[in-house]
C-alpha cells in the first residue's frame, strides 16, 4: 500500500515566518508535486521534481521553494510566510510516466499565517 | 498550455439517481484523463482514468466517456448513493503533467 506521509495536519505560523512542510513517500517514485487546493480553484501545482536535487515550477511558485536531497522526501519552503498562503498543502507522488500515471497523495497540511 | 474546465461546480441529486460531472480541455496532446475523489477531511484517491485511444470505461456504477473531437470526458455514477458524497476532479495530461480541473462537490440528498 502506498504512502505518502505529511510531516504536520495542522499548522499555524505568524507573518514573515520560514516554514517548511515534509513529505515522504515509501514507494520509489521518481516524481513529487507540491498542490496547493483553495475553494473554487482547484489544485494548483507549485513545484515538482522528477528526480533527486531536481526541481521545476509549477503554476504557481512565487512565495515558494522546494528541496529534494533524497528521493523519498521533498520539502517545501516557504521562505517569508504571508496571510494569503494560508491555505491545504498537498503532496503527491508518481512513478514514471510523468503525467499520466496515479498520482498518490498525502494527507494534506492545512496551514494557517496570522 | 493546457487548461482544463470542469462543470458543475456542485451537484445534488436524489439519492438512487444518476451523476454526471463534464470536462473540458484545450490541449489537443492530451492523452490521459484521470477522475480522483476527495472525501470531506481525507487526501484525492484516483477512482478512474481512461486514455485517448479509448471511448468509454465502466467500473461498476461508474463510467467515463471521452470526446476526442469535441475535448471532453465526462465522469458518469449511477444509481448513487451516501457514499458518493465527496467532491471529484478531473484532470488532463499530456505526458508532462496533470492538469487539474477545480472541482465538483457532489450532494447525494436523502
Known amino acids: 500500500d502506498v504512502k505518502v506521509t505529511q510531516s504536520s495536519r495542522y499548522l499555524v505560523k505568524r507573518t514573515g515566518e520560514k516554514v517548511f512542510l515534509e513529505c515522504v513517500q515509501d514507494?520509489?517514485?521518481?516524481?513529487m508535486f507540491w498542490y496547493r487546493q483553495d475553494p473554487g480553484l482547484g489544485l494548483r501545482l507549485i513545484y515538482f521534481s522528477y528526480d533527486v536535487k531536481m526541481k521545476e515550477k509549477g503554476d504557481i511558485p512565487e512565495g515558494y521553494s522546494v528541496s529534494r536531497e533524497k528521493k523519498e522526501r521533498f520539502s517545501l519552503i516557504l521562505e517569508s510566510a504571508s496571510t494569503n498562503q494560508t491555505s491545504m498543502y498537498l503532496c503527491?507522488?508518481?512513478?514514471?510516466?510523468?503525467?499520466?500515471?496515479?498520482?498518490?497523495f498525502g494527507q494534506g497540511t492545512r496551514l494557517t499565517v496570522v | 498550455g493546457e487548461n482544463v474546465e470542469q462543470h458543475p461546480s456542485t451537484l445534488s441529486v436524489q439519492e438512487g439517481d444518476s451523476a454526471v460531472i463534464k470536462c473540458t480541455y484545450s490541449?489537443?496532446?492530451?492523452?490521459?484523463f484521470p477522475w480522483y475523489k476527495q472525501e470531506l477531511g481525507k487526501r484525492p484517491q484516483l477512482i478512474i482514468d481512461?486514455?485517448?485511444n479509448v471511448g468509454e470505461k465502466k467500473d461498476q456504477r461508474i463510467a467515463v466517456t471521452l470526446n476526442k473531437t469535441a475535448k471532453h470526458f465526462s465522469l458518469h455514477i449511477t444509481e448513487t448513493q451516501p457514499e458518493d458524497s465527496a467532491v471529484y476532479f478531473c484532470?488532463?495530461?499530456?505526458?508532462?503533467?496533470?492538469?487539474w480541473g477545480a472541482g465538483t462537490k457532489l450532494i447525494i440528498k436523502p
Open positions: 484532470a488532463a495530461s499530456n505526458n508532462y503533467q496533470l492538469i
Open positions: 490541449d489537443s496532446a492530451s492523452n490521459y
Open positions: 481512461i486514455r485517448s
Open positions: 514507494m520509489d517514485h521518481e516524481n
Open positions: 503527491a507522488s508518481s512513478s514514471p510516466g510523468t503525467g499520466n500515471t496515479e498520482a498518490f
